[in-house]
């Protein structure tokens, strides 16, 4: 039996600032573990991940009616929202700042379903746009993202000049958008969605 | 005008300070080229959280998230508001005796609210079984001086090669301090660190190692105060980890 269609993520917001809590539950269904995962990344530890997506699900439910759509697509604008707050405790509590990602080694994912082997496709292509990035461009990346790393601290800690991490910064995030471009052009001439 | 072409990534990254921010934030208000840059720089951040590995969240959380929200509605009624969106099979599964509970309101909201709480500690401890029952290797680390008494076993399963240590009777620690589990390289040279957590209180606590652990030749559990690339807390238990036995000759 197939699943029924889903409302289209724009609808959910629209719901959402109907205060319809089952949109709510809807947003949480689709994003609540990517949330749980970003934050996790950033804080190294559960209950602060599970507070962070908490805030976050707040937020939307209350700022649904200001959401944007030119601004952006509702996955980023919530992710944006998880980063925003994650990377905010994180600089608040600096004693125990992620080590850069040598741990987290990236591992594909079980697939047990279609799409979720889909998903996986997708993200595995994210994962190698970052993985093919010279060294230090990637390391800026993630120091930046995840690490929650001023410019001026990843000046210090990297023993670089400003202008070096703005220059490493900007050249790494071109290299994985036309990465990411490619990638999007060869799945639309396979017809793929 | 000056644009800020130049601070955009950094700030689609969340990476400078707050008066530069603020600059910005305030030229991007006015400049539409700025916007547009800025538009196409978000897109790559945006696809930042797909680089992290795959978590779930704990089963209470989305109930947390309800409870709270719903508590936002003015004169909302103890149950869910509407069904304007059609529910998923898989969310009838998951809700499972959350959704019936609702539907019944007879249960009250905390009443919920510790059921999927124990519902959730359930499925941690099926899957955890589940683990165990199919790992591969396995190696235990005792508690030394003061942690004697605690341990922990680092298991590593054979479908997915996913690791994770069980610890038991965790020592409490000083609030502002975490257990950090280490892996070492054979030459002992690289410290890598694969876990922060703080004890949860509770006898057996399952954690996750992010690392292909099949790699390293030592597993090291420390309590540190800070953050460090390498360690410079105590070592609380530790074991070597030999590597993959070898496969039999033709």
Known sequence: ?193 | MSHVIDELELYAVDALPGAERDRVTAHLAECGSCRDELTAIARVVDALPDTVPDREPPSRLRTRILATARSDVPGAPPSPAGTRLRWRPSWIAIGGLAAAGLALTAVDFGTLDRLETATGELNVLERTIADVSSAERSWYMGGKGDYAGSGGTLFVTGKTGRAFVLFHDLKPIQPTARYTVWLVTTDGQRWIRAATFAPDSRQYQRVDIEAQVVAYRRCAVTVETAATERPTGLVVMESNIGPPPASPAP
């Open chain 1, 1 to 193: 039996m197939s699943e029924p269609a889903q409302p289209p993520d724009e609808q959910v917001i629209a719901a959402l600032a109907a205060r319809d809590l089952s949109a709510l539950a809807a947003l949480y269904d689709r994003y609540g573990r990517i949330g749980y995962a970003l934050a996790y990344r950033i804080l190294g530890e559960s209950e602060g991940a599970e507070d962070v997506v908490h805030d976050a699900f707040l937020s939307a439910w209350r700022g649904a009616p200001g959401y944007r759509r030119e601004r952006g697509n509702v996955r980023g604008w919530l992710l944006s929202i998880v980063h925003h707050r994650a990377v905010d405790i994180l600089r608040r509590k600096t004693a125990f700042r992620p080590a850069p990602l040598e741990a987290a080694e990236d591992r594909p994912d079980d697939a047990d379903t279609a799409g979720e082997a889909v998903r996986n496709l997708e993200r595995a292509g994210v994962r190698e746009a970052l993985t093919a990035l010279p060294a230090a461009q990637r390391k800026t990346i993630e120091l930046a993202y995840f690490g929650g790393y001023t410019q001026v601290e990843l000046s210090e800690i990297m023993g670089v000049p400003l202008g070096t991490v703005k220059g490493r910064m900007r050249i790494g995030l071109q290299k994985m958008r036309r990465a990411l471009e490619a990638d999007a052009g060869s799945a639309a001439g396979r017809g793929e969605p």
